[in-house]
């Protein structure tokens, strides 16, 4: 017989173990719904609401570390308000009983995100003024970048502090909203800034025509808006069309945040590290001794695959780097193994006269 799974299993899997409880009870519940109804006799919407605003979300409390503080509470919360938009799109109209009260919360959910949005662009925004501020008194400011990186650092501890738990993979998300606004409202003369000292600098623009591809793209959607929000104010009214055409112009200005970033953010490197710094989104450190070999690449940017990583933007990835085996970095979307790194530089042969590394790791 197969042995039971140990709980203490499904708690070091946290995310993997919600997700696969939701899929299957939302899933079974969008097939026995139409069932029930075609033998005429409709699904009670409290069972529904029972296992989407109760269940789920003390599963939600349950897999959280502990001590389970404040944090869970939130994760519960979140898990208990998407379940009310769940519920109200599997359930139909005339089966609605306990939904009809839960519905008007939906719009919690989306005054939540709103809230959440508008609080983390003002404390980017004040955190960008807060630099400005300290600049004028610096005798020899660094970049911009790095000093509003420090600044939400710092804040996200009293954020984590508060909330009972750190912020933890929650702070490189943030970092990135603030960068997004950063690249997208600063001056040219802010962003135009010497590296820090003992870091070499190498900039990723022209490989492949990246920038000018980016910018291609920033035209193609700053007209296609007001085309958009014409057509689906005729077509689907003003509310939709107020809706898509906000979260267009959000996208827009992400892309326009993200070209201006390819121009002036650049590659590090310095005496214990490799700063990846590509586009808005890439930021992470490689370490020195990680790196194994490199070698210049030729032809077309490999396709995504498991423990590789492509920084190539809207170029062509003309560097490789192999690292040593079982290297972990800090992405975005959390720790991971990488093998090798595609990179796309203006400059990868002075890249790898700095570097000084063998090109082949059988070498």
Partial sequence: MPRPVPLQALQRHPRATLALAALAMVGGYAWLIPWHARHGDPVPDWTLALDLLVVLPLLAWWLQPAPRGRGALFAALAVALAGIWVGAWLLPEENKIVWRWLEPLRWAVVGALLALQLLVMASALRQLVTVLRLRRHAAAPGPLESELHALLAAQGERLGRLTGRPLGAALPWLQLEARMWLYALAPRRLLDTPPPAGEQAFYVHRQGQNLSNQMGFVVLVGVEIPVLHVLLHLWAGPLVASVVTTLSVWGWLFLWADARA?????VGL?????RLR????????????AIVAARPHRGATPARATGRLRCAGQGRANLQLVLRPGTRLATLTGEREVREIFLGIDEPERLLRALNLPGDPAA
């Fill in 278 to 289: 590509h586009g808005l989104v890439t930021d992470l450190a490689v370490p020195r001794e």
């Fill in 262 to 266: 390819t121009r002036w953010r650049a």
């Fill in 270 to 274: 310095d005496a214990t590290a490799l």
